[in-house]
């Protein structure tokens, strides 16, 4: 999920909505996740779940989540993860014990019926699962919202279409997208209020560092793909780098070492991205199959994604979005 640490090193500020404009890459799977966890948490399961018991709470997710891109004439293009790095085999295994210990608590909390453990615990166990995958991109489909398909890390691949002029920013929560070299990155889109903006070439002029020392400080303190070196954190980091050069030279003085420190900074510096894709930004929704497709193909409660629905639909004539066809 990228290390908030990075945080302190960032250049970032909020920004009003005003002050943006054009296409967002968005790390589908970063955005799709947090609308999932915030509508398992404070939707009834009964308004998601199909007489099967298939959960598809993503779908009043989008919905829900969608209008503040079209409200602002923003075009979302979504861009879905491929297979993960094998580097990263530990921390995905980190989550996969973490989700097993949440689902271990919920059962306990279903049999003492307490509700707010209940939801609490729903939201922290929740995965993309082949059926959320499938039925995102379809509704995504139905919306006209173009999806593009990472070979590897959508963060990458996302920040490789700024880079290339495709896209204006990249939309994720995560701080990692400034070690794959997104220019621009919007925060926040998942929260209210405007988003926070993350600037790259004022990160790397604040601290005096080329982006590939930025990447051997990252190293340091600690990435989805590596365990950092015990005792630095972000100001030791940017410090050692400023004072050594780069993340070997470090590693000789201090007398440590980073397992896979080579791999894992060739993952940041050249990452597994493509030029194969295409994409309209001019949006034409088929409102009324997206509506059926949720409601009455997914049993997905009306009144849950009626506002979202309206909310999308106003946008087109309300605010004249020029991107609407």
Same mark, same amino acid.
């Not at 959508?154 to 290339?164: I, L, N, P, S």
């Not at 295409?278 to 009455?296: I, K, M, S």
């Given at each position: 999920?990228?290390n908030?640490?990075?945080?302190?090193?960032?250049?970032?500020?909020?920004?009003?909505?005003?002050?943006?404009?054009?296409?967002?890459?968005?790390?589908?799977?970063?955005?799709?996740?947090?609308?999932?966890?915030?509508?398992?948490?404070?939707? %009834?399961?009964?308004?998601?779940?199909?007489?099967?018991?298939?959960?598809?709470?993503? &779908?009043?997710?989008?919905?829900?989540?969608?209008?503040?891109?079209?409200?602002?004439?923003?075009?979302?293009?979504?861009?879905?993860?491929?297979?993960? %790095?094998?580097?990263?085999?530990?921390?995905?295994?980190?989550?996969?014990?973490?989700?097993?210990?949440?689902?271990?608590?919920?059962?306990?909390?279903?049999?003492?019926?307490?509700?707010? =453990?209940?939801?609490?615990?729903?939201?922290?166990?929740?995965?993309?699962?082949?059926?959320?995958?499938?039925?995102?991109?379809?509704?995504?489909? &139905?919306?006209?919202? +173009? /999806?593009?398909?990472?070979?590897?890390?959508?963060?990458?691949? =996302?920040?490789?279409?700024?880079?290339?002029?495709?896209?204006?920013?990249?939309?994720?929560?995560?701080?990692?997208?400034? &070690?794959?070299?997104?220019?621009?990155?919007?925060?926040q889109?998942t929260?209210?209020?405007? +988003?926070?903006?993350?600037?790259?070439?004022?990160?790397?002029?604040?601290?005096?560092?080329?982006?590939?020392?930025?990447?051997d400080?990252?190293?340091?303190?600690?990435?989805?793909?590596?365990?950092?070196? %015990?005792?630095?954190?972000?100001?030791?980091?940017?410090? =050692?780098?400023?004072?050594?050069?780069?993340?070997?030279?470090?590693?000789?003085?201090?007398?440590?070492?980073?397992?896979?420190?080579?791999?894992?900074?060739?993952?940041?510096?050249? +990452?597994n991205?493509?030029?194969?894709?295409?994409?309209?930004?001019?949006?034409?929704?088929?409102?009324?199959?997206?509506?059926?497709?949720?409601?009455?193909e997914?049993? /997905?409660?009306?009144?849950?994604?009626?506002?979202?629905?309206?909310?999308?639909?106003?946008?087109?004539?309300?605010?004249?979005?020029?991107?609407?066809?």
């Open positions: 999920m990228g908030a640490a990075l945080r302190d090193i960032a250049v970032i500020e909020e920004i009003p909505f005003d002050d943006v404009e054009g296409v967002v890459a968005v790390d589908a799977h970063n955005w799709l996740y947090r609308y999932l966890t915030t509508t398992v948490k404070w939707t %009834s399961s009964e308004k998601y779940t199909t007489a099967d018991g298939t959960e598809v709470a993503n &779908l009043i997710g989008i919905v829900q989540g969608l209008p503040k891109f079209f409200e602002n004439d923003i075009v979302p293009v979504m861009v879905f993860d491929g297979g993960p %790095s094998e580097l990263k085999a530990d921390e995905i295994e980190s989550r996969r014990e973490q989700r097993r210990t949440y689902e271990e608590q919920l059962e306990v909390a279903r049999e003492e019926g307490d509700e707010l =453990a209940i939801a609490q615990l729903e939201s922290r166990t929740q995965r993309l699962t082949p059926e959320i995958q499938e039925t995102s991109r379809e509704l995504l489909r &139905l919306l006209d919202v +173009p /999806v593009v398909e990472a070979p590897a890390e959508g963060e990458a691949q =996302a920040a490789h279409m700024v880079r290339r002029g495709d896209a204006d920013y990249v939309g994720s929560e995560d701080y990692d997208a400034l &070690l794959f070299g997104a220019p621009l990155t919007l925060r889109l929260s209210k209020g405007d +988003p926070e903006l993350m600037d790259l070439e004022a990160t790397l002029a604040h601290h005096d560092l080329t982006l590939e020392q930025l990447i400080a990252a190293i340091l303190i600690g990435t989805d793909f590596n365990e950092g070196v %015990s005792g630095i954190g972000p100001k030791t980091a940017i410090s =050692a780098i400023t004072e050594h050069g780069d993340l070997w030279s470090v590693l000789e003085a201090r007398g440590d070492h980073v397992e896979y420190g080579d791999r894992v900074r060739a993952l940041f510096r050249e +990452p991205v493509s030029d194969d894709y295409a994409f309209d930004p001019d949006l034409d929704p088929d409102l009324e199959a997206a509506r059926a497709y949720v409601v009455d997914w049993s /997905v409660d009306a009144d849950e994604v009626a506002r979202g629905f309206e909310r999308i639909e106003e946008s087109a004539t309300q605010t004249g979005l020029d991107r609407w066809t």
